[in-house]
């Protein structure tokens, strides 16, 4: 299974990218942030992407409306 990482905290994203590896996932890519994350998805077109809520540069909901467009996107594509 491809997964996509976003989350603005390295430690923990390179953490999680760790587990997820060593448990058979591939992770296709990792993103510090909403644009990152946005490009990612589109060019790796993982399985499933684990995404921070709070992300740069205000640390509200970029995370969440990121997560809602790429949603939005991908049912279009269908």
Do not use: W, Y
């Not at 491809?2 to 296709?28: H, K, N, P, Q, Y």
Request: charged content about 35%.
């Amino acid at each position: 299974m491809r997964v996509v990482i976003a989350e603005d905290s390295v430690l923990l994203r390179e953490g999680l990218a760790r587990v997820l590896t060593e448990g058979g996932f591939e992770v296709a890519a990792q993103a510090a942030n909403a644009d990152e994350l946005k490009k990612a998805v589109r060019r790796f077109k993982p399985d499933v992407a684990v995404v921070d809520v709070r992300m740069p540069p205000t640390q509200t909901d970029e995370g969440a409306r990121a997560a809602v467009e790429i949603r939005a996107e991908r049912e279009a594509q269908r």
